[in-house]
């Protein structure tokens, strides 16, 4: 899949249309599975607007550094088989490949080791050369982490080592000859630091600096406080140092807030675990049908076997408030109302595991000879669920739009 103008360039029409009154914001959508995929490329074109993937180390990486709990994508795969469903269903938009995330410890095996910093840094550095090498669009430089810091990473720290990452990946782009890359008070400090290191290096700006505006993602809801202020100021920071401000965590924020993105000026918006929840949910609904209608000797219990592995994979430990987040495993699975919410919200990470992927052909299997198209019922579920993001956005026929400014 080839796109007809580039991320840079995008973005430049984006502000070239916003200048004249055209106001959206992009999403970032990660890519939680193939099902995620289809559902995300189909709507694309439907509605008319930039596809933009965005993986985490978690989800999409190198074979040599565990690859990813998506489909047991690295980058490469990752990539061939989005494009394959591209060419399965027509789609000729616009489709960008993300790093989200990316940069050393960004891995949770990683931070549980505590690996040297030396270490973690040219495993994140030969993580970005591999999405560079897979053709990846864009790279989320995210130094923020470090297993040796307690608290927050000092912001001269992370500038220090943003620096020393772009500067080597920025090489690597004009050798591969590639395209190119809170506190209100502290934010502006941060980027203008950042931008004069880099000019003094002859190196470009990101399009994107990740801002904090109140956004918080645990158990299944957004129990952050949206602080619009805050947005609007960082967003007006961003512009004055010629880029945008790109939010995470916006996961089930209401309507009324996603309205609120494209008038405050806010750039792009990151959304994933919403996205996988919806997947398992849908699952669970066709379940439901399944045990009223099948006999129990050929039912798949999905149920049962989703609620198992999601409890015994330990992912939800990261999503959890208070002590739960340490309660054992055993403890979790004595309490029915724990193992309902974590299969709802971890249930995606377990889709490649082979007993659910079993379970789930059968339950397939089981809803088609009732008559039913279970796969199409999951997708549209998944688009419904994306589209009010690009309803709220205002996207709706950019893709036209913006290869038309260019």
């Known amino acids: 899949m080839k796109n007809a103008i580039t991320m840079t360039q995008m973005m430049a029409a984006s502000r070239k249309l916003h200048e004249k009154g055209r106001k959206f914001t992009h999403i ?11 559902a995300a490329l189909e709507l694309a ?30 980058q490469k795969r990752f990539v061939e088989v989005t494009d394959a469903i591209a060419e399965e269903i027509g789609f000729h938009g616009l489709c960008y490949f993300c790093r989200d995330h990316g940069g050393p410890w960004q891995r949770d095996a990683e931070r549980a080791a505590k690996l040297p910093v030396e270490e ?14 897979a053709g990846f669009d864009l790279l989320h430089i995210d130094p923020t982490k470090d297993p040796h810091v307690s608290g927050v990473v ?15 990946i920025e090489a690597r782009r004009k050798a591969l000859g590639m395209g190119g890359l809170i506190d209100p008070a502290a934010f502006e400090d941060f980027i203008k630091k950042l931008k004069d290191s880099l000019t003094a290096k002859g190196l470009p700006m990101p399009l994107f600096v990740v801002g904090q505006t109140g956004t918080l993602t645990r158990l299944t809801s957004n129990v952050g406080h949206y602080d619009t202020p805050t947005a609007t100021t960082l967003s007006r920071i961003t512009e004055k140092y010629g880029t945008g401000l790109k939010e995470h965590n916006g996961d089930y924020l209401s309507n009324a807030i996603l309205l609120e993105h494209p008038v405050i000026g806010l750039a792009a918006m990151n959304v994933a675990p919403e996205f996988g929840l919806v997947e398992t949910q849908s699952l669970l609904e066709l379940a439901a049908v399944e045990e009223k209608f099948v006999e129990p000797a050929r039912q798949s219990h999905i149920k ?16 959890m408030v208070g002590d739960k987040g340490k ?3 055993e403890s979790i699975m004595a309490d029915a109302e724990d193992v309902a919410l974590i299969t709802k919200m971890c249930g995606h990470y377990t ?3 082979a007993e659910v992927k079993e379970a789930v052909a059968r339950l397939n299997a089981n809803m088609k000879a009732l008559g039913l198209d279970p796969v199409g019922y999951v997708i549209k579920k998944i688009k419904d669920s994306i589209d009010r993001y690009i309803c709220g956005f205002g996207l709706y026929g950019t893709t036209s739009e913006l290869i038309a400014a260019q």
Request: glycine share 8%; hydrophobic share 40%; aromatic share 8%.
């Open 154 to 168: 000092p912001l001269s720290t992370v500038l220090e080592r943003t620096l020393a990452l772009i500067e080597k």
């Open 327 to 329: 309660a054992s495993v």
């Open 28 to 38: 970032g959508i990660g890519p939680m599975s193939r099902n995620l995929l289809r």
């Open 304 to 319: 049962d076997v989703l609620a198992r592995h999601a409890v015994q994979g330990e992912r939800w430990r990261k999503w």
């Open 45 to 74: 074109k439907e509605k008319d607007f930039p596809l933009i993937l965005i993986a985490s180390r978690n989800q999409v990486d190198s074979d040599r550094f565990g690859g990813g709990y998506v489909c047991g994508f690295d």
């Open 351 to 353: 889709l490649e595991d």
């Open 120 to 133: 973690a840094m040219e495993i994140g550095l030969q993580s970005y050369f591999d999405d560079m090498d």
